[in-house]
T-cell receptor
Framework: DTGVSQNPRHKITKRGQNVTFRCDPISEHNRLYWYRQTLGQGPEFLTYFQNEAQLEKSRLLSDRFSAERPKGSFSTLEIQRTEQGDSAMYLC?????????FGPGTRLTVT | GEDVEQSLFLSVREGDSSVINCTYTDSSSTYLYWYKQEPGAGLQLLTYIFSNMDMKQDQRLTVLLNKKDKHLSLRIADTQTGDSAIYFCADDAGGYNKLIFGAGTRLAVHP
């Protein structure tokens, strides 16, 4: 399967713990995106990379959130000191031009 | 800011056509997209249309764009039970850096 992959698929954590998610984009896709989706809503943009450069961050991305794409391939999204409001599906997408292809998402539950 | 709106629910009989509607506010949109999401899954890109086009057809899918009214629709011909899902409309806000999604339309197909 050469689509976008995300790990883990599910994560349950206690409030205050740190979590890290990984996204592997489609090979050769230079653009990578993170979105967050809560129940009953559409995905909301968090941040965007072109190669290894983080070019845009949403105001939703508080200082507890950090994303990296060190070699322009896979990306990680870390949430520090998780809060119950962080519970959501975190989606990664990649693109080469006009089409964004999404991964299956990581569902985070903060207890 | 940019906004995308969709009706929340549509119920159709198997074999009928479905029409899902979307309105958007961004005048600088270059492409507009339709994604499908099944329960617990990521988003599947169905089709997209360049903002200078009025219509695009792809097998059972027809996209109509009225740029003057900022109205986008997705018609699914011969709707099947496998088409039951949430359908999201999205616009690219005129650039490559993010998609703005609607809240999704839940399509229920009944016999």
């Amino acid at each position: 399967d050469t689509g976008v992959s995300q790990n883990p698929r599910h994560k349950i954590t206690k409030r205050g713990q740190n979590v890290t998610f990984r996204c592997d984009p489609i090979s050769e896709h230079n653009r990578l995106y993170w979105y967050r989706q809560t129940l009953g809503q559409g995905p909301e943009f968090l941040t965007y990379f072109q190669n290894e450069a983080q070019l845009e961050k949403s105001r939703l991305l508080s200082d507890r959130f950090s994303a990296e794409r060190p070699k322009g391939s896979f990306s990680t999204l870390e949430i520090q000191r998780t809060e119950q409001g962080d519970s959501a599906m975190y989606l990664c997408a990649s693109s080469l031009a006009d089409e964004q292809y999404f991964g299956p998402g990581t569902r985070l539950t903060v207890t | 800011g940019e906004d995308v709106e969709q009706s929340l629910f549509l119920s159709v009989r198997e074999g009928d056509s479905s029409v899902i509607n979307c309105t958007y506010t961004d005048s600088s949109s270059t492409y507009l997209y339709w994604y499908k999401q099944e329960p617990g899954a990521g988003l599947q890109l169905l089709t997209y249309i360049f903002s200078n086009m009025d219509m695009k057809q792809d097998q059972r899918l027809t996209v109509l764009l009225n740029k003057k009214d900022k109205h986008l629709s997705l018609r699914i011909a011969d709707t099947q039970t496998g088409d039951s899902a949430i359908y999201f409309c999205a616009d690219d806000a005129g650039g490559y850096n993010k998609l703005i999604f609607g809240a999704g339309t839940r399509l229920a197909v009944h016999p």
